[in-house]
């Protein structure tokens, strides 16, 4: 019995253990793995995501990022979501990416870019203390064309798309809709009690007028300066922040009259700044946390 016991675990140990490093950041509570490219050996990063973002079975994350080469910035940058699908952009990844980068910096960086599936973005650095990192990034402008969200209702809209009708069961919920890199729709609230939000925003997420689903995010408007937000994001349902979905409902306000271009936005777990800029740059400003590190085994 020994012997065979012994010659198990040979077969066993010589089986070789396939792992991937990786870094646990979050901005706000909305949390991230990050991985560097060419530690996925020829593993579809969709695929990645789903096993290592699983919150039972995995590390878990709202979002899987994939940092790589790139000839013009930093570093390539790639989101995916919880369930596999592959987003435009993330304000949050964008700035847990910027601290994980920094954190090796051999030397301090006042600016990083990086290349993303909707062009090059900017973060540039403010704060540093302990695995925290304070970062401003130039989102991107607010595209508000119904075929740049994609937004496909049966008749043509005015745009910007603000406080349509949109459909749900026997009634309608006004909402705004516009792009901020990925799909948003959303919606001016008045009080949350009133409102089952999250189940709301997974039946939005899915709303056919929206072909790729869509980010949903709920603001209320606490005064000209600050607003309150919740957010449902397509591919990973429930999220404690959200930084496209913040700069999206800022937008959202203004465009109503509510608030000025200059907003904080508390999101559950803290507030990130908001300015949408007169040429048009929505910038966002926020914490990004370094939590963990280690390798996940496939």
């Known amino acids: 019995m020994r012997g065979r016991a012994a010659r198990s675990r040979s077969?066993?140990?010589?089986?070789?253990?396939?792992?991937?490093?990786?870094?646990?950041?979050?901005?706000?509570?909305?949390?991230?793995?990050?991985?560097?490219?060419?530690?996925?050996?020829?593993l579809a990063p969709g695929d990645l995501a789903l096993r290592i973002c699983d919150r039972q079975t995995g590390v878990g994350g709202d979002g899987l990022v994939v940092l790589g080469a790139s000839s013009?910035?930093?570093?390539?940058?790639?989101?995916?979501?919880?369930?596999?699908?592959?987003?435009?952009?993330?304000?949050?990844?964008?700035?847990?990416?910027?601290?994980?980068?920094?954190?090796k910096a051999a030397t301090p960086r006042e600016c990083i870019v990086l290349d993303t599936r909707v062009g090059l973005r900017e973060l540039f650095f403010l704060s540093h203390e302990g695995n925290e990192w304070r970062l401003r990034t130039a989102i991107g402008r607010p595209a508000f064309s119904a075929e740049d969200v994609p937004f496909r209702p049966p008749r043509a809209v005015?745009?910007?798309?603000?406080?349509?009708?949109?459909?749900?069961?026997?009634?309608?919920?006004?909402?705004t809709i516009l792009s901020m890199?990925?799909?948003?729709?959303?919606?001016?609230?008045?009080?949350?009690?009133?409102?089952?939000?999250a189940a709301l925003g997974a039946e939005l997420e899915r709303h056919p007028y929206f072909p790729d689903r869509a980010n949903i995010g709920f603001v209320r408007v606490l005064g000209a300066e600050r607003?309150?937000?919740?957010?449902?994001?397509?591919?990973?349902?429930?999220?404690?922040?959200?930084?496209?979905?913040?700069?999206?409902?800022?937008?959202?306000?203004?465009?109503?009259?509510?608030?000025g271009r200059r907003v904080r936005v508390e999101v559950e777990r803290g507030e990130l700044l908001v300015h949408w800029r007169e040429d048009g740059m929505v910038e966002l400003t926020g914490p990004a946390v370094i939590s963990a590190e280690g390798s996940f085994h496939l």
């Open 72 to 103: 013009a910035a930093d570093a390539s940058f790639r989101i995916f979501n919880s369930d596999g699908s592959e987003a435009g952009l993330s304000g949050n990844a964008l700035r847990c990416a910027g601290a994980w980068i920094l954190s």
């Open 181 to 197: 890199g990925n799909p948003q729709c959303i919606l001016l609230v008045d009080d949350w009690e009133a409102l089952d939000w």
């Open 158 to 175: 005015a745009e910007p798309i603000t406080a349509y009708p949109l459909p749900v069961g026997d009634t309608t919920v006004p909402a």
């Open 11 to 42: 077969r066993i140990d010589s089986v070789p253990a396939r792992s991937i490093p990786f870094v646990k950041a979050h901005g706000l509570g909305n949390d991230f793995l990050l991985v560097e490219e060419f530690a996925l050996g020829g």
């Open 227 to 259: 607003i309150e937000a919740r957010f449902w994001e397509r591919g990973a349902g429930h999220t404690l922040a959200s930084g496209t979905g913040s700069c999206a409902c800022a937008v959202a306000a203004h465009l109503a009259g509510r608030t």
